[in-house]
């Protein structure tokens, strides 16, 4: 599999069957249009409008005719792991024959049996991995991943974690945001003294990695962090620029959706446990909630609920945690098909969720919609509608893939 940029910034889309937006302007969730054409200038959309009335003057531009096929936003996929080495597959067939995640993370497997292969990794190691990765997620139709480090949990392996996600963000079309997550778990090594790891992430860990991400994160649950390291550990992200997102409320309430509101972080992912008095406050707080339909599918769990989100008012976010272990998903499609399917998402709540959605859950206001000023970002489908992403749940539906207004 291969993914490259094809051609110039300048691009005509015509023939566009149904054109999703995002603009709330043109009315509905989705702002859809038909019959209509895409100017993409500079990596930017420049035009959108029926093609009867496309501008004069647009100078020499490449064409791509779609012949009626639908064009959406690039995928968002707002939570991902997805630099990492080994793999867990064994540790999934233990499951399957019945053994609990808990059991197999008392015995060294789960997380550190990946932090364990990724420090022995070199950084060539695990850019020729993700890198693989990547293109797949790119080729069917994400154009914005977030990558968090948190497989290392000491500071040189959380560094080279982090320099592989720039490189990568360098040598691929696909933008990628990294997120510092040093937090994941205590390592074995830190067990007797969890004060003394929290104060390592928080005073050295933090100044040390702090430029090359944008966002902290924190795995706040049972087996994970508390609320009051986690606080402890975002306030110091934030002392350093890092924008607060929070691993919240997956296997018991905690408290830790009520912190990610305190902290008014950009995000809070997961959220099995929340409660109704923790949406009212996400939404007070404006936190957008990420739900990862992927894990309830791999782990056989119950999925949460979006209709609870959409009435307390809270925006919703959907991604893969594409990760080794409890979600090995790379495709944003397969995600849409599992919230219509599983979760009772509409359609239309489904792509607005998995584009628009993943958007504001990183603070890039410019993705995830499809109108003038926005990137230049798209999906185009091998279908009519939207409606065939839950309805042909596999990547073949993914036709053509605009980055930054080039065709990959």
């Keep these: 599999m291969s993914a490259e940029v094809l051609g110039g910034g300048d691009l005509l889309v015509r023939g566009i069957g149904e054109l999703v937006t995002n603009d709330p302007a043109r009315g509905g969730r989705l702002g859809m249009i038909d019959g209509t054409a895409l100017v993409m200038h500079d990596g930017r959309v420049a035009w959108t409008g029926p093609e009867a009335n496309l501008?004069?003057?647009?100078?020499?531009?490449?064409?791509?005719?779609?012949?009626?096929?639908?064009?959406?936003?690039?995928?968002?996929?707002?939570?991902?792991?997805?630099?990492?080495?080994?793999?867990?597959?064994?540790e999934f067939t233990r499951r399957l024959a019945g053994e609990s995640y808990e059991q197999i993370m008392a015995v060294g497997g789960g997380?550190?049996?990946?932090?364990?292969?990724?420090?022995?990794?070199?950084?060539?190691?695990?850019?020729?991995?993700?890198?693989?990765?990547?293109?797949?997620?790119?080729?069917?139709?994400?154009t914005t991943v977030e990558v968090k480090s948190g497989y290392g949990l000491d500071l040189a392996t959380e560094r080279r974690l982090l320099e592989v996600v720039a490189?990568?963000?360098?040598?691929?079309?696909?933008?990628?945001?990294?997120?510092?997550?040093?937090?994941?778990?205590?390592?074995?090594?830190?067990?007797?003294?969890?004060?003394?790891?929290?104060?390592?992430?928080?005073?050295?860990?933090?100044?040390?990695?702090?430029?090359?991400?944008?966002?902290?994160?924190?795995?706040?649950?049972?087996?994970?962090?508390?609320?009051?390291?986690?606080?402890?550990?975002?306030?110091?992200?934030?002392?350093?620029?890092?924008?607060?997102?929070?691993?919240?409320?997956?296997?018991?309430h905690t408290g830790a959706t009520a912190l990610a509101a305190e902290v008014e972080a950009a995000s809070a992912d997961h959220l099995d446990q929340a409660t109704s008095a923790d949406l009212d406050a996400l939404a007070a707080a404006g936190t957008v909630a990420v739900l990862l339909p992927g894990v309830s599918f791999t782990m056989r769990l119950p999925y949460p609920d979006p209709v609870r989100f959409s009435a307390a008012g809270v925006p919703v976010a959907l991604a893969t945690d594409a990760n080794p272990g409890t979600s090995y998903v790379l495709t944003m499609p397969f995600i849409i098909a599992l919230?219509?399917?599983?979760?009772?998402?509409?359609?239309?709540?489904?792509?607005?969720?998995?584009?628009?959605?993943?958007?504001?859950?990183?603070?890039e206001p410019d993705k995830g919609w499809l109108g003038p000023g926005a990137v230049a970002d798209a999906v185009v489908l091998d279908a009519p509608s939207h409606r065939h992403l839950p309805y042909r749940p596999d990547d073949e539906v993914v036709w053509k893939v605009i980055k930054s207004g080039r065709l990959v």
């Design 339 to 363: 919230a219509c399917l599983n979760m009772g998402m509409a359609p239309d709540a489904a792509v607005w969720s998995a584009t628009r959605g993943g958007a504001l859950a990183l603070n």
């Design 167 to 252: 490189r990568l963000d360098r040598d691929l079309a696909v933008d990628l945001v990294p997120t510092f997550l040093g937090a994941h778990v205590v390592p074995p090594e830190w067990s007797d003294d969890r004060a003394g790891y929290v104060q390592l992430v928080a005073d050295e860990m933090i100044p040390s990695l702090a430029s090359s991400a944008r966002f902290c994160d924190v795995f706040c649950d049972d087996g994970a962090f508390t609320v009051d390291e986690a606080r402890l550990i975002l306030e110091a992200g934030r002392r350093h620029g890092l924008e607060p997102r929070l691993h919240a409320d997956q296997l018991a």
């Design 111 to 142: 997380i550190m049996s990946t932090v364990a292969a990724t420090r022995e990794a070199t950084a060539n190691e695990l850019v020729g991995e993700a890198r693989r990765r990547l293109t797949k997620m790119l080729v069917t139709g994400t």
């Design 55 to 90: 501008p004069e003057g647009l100078g020499d531009l490449r064409e791509l005719d779609v012949a009626g096929r639908a064009v959406l936003p690039g995928f968002v996929d707002a939570h991902t792991h997805v630099v990492f080495a080994g793999d867990r597959s064994d």
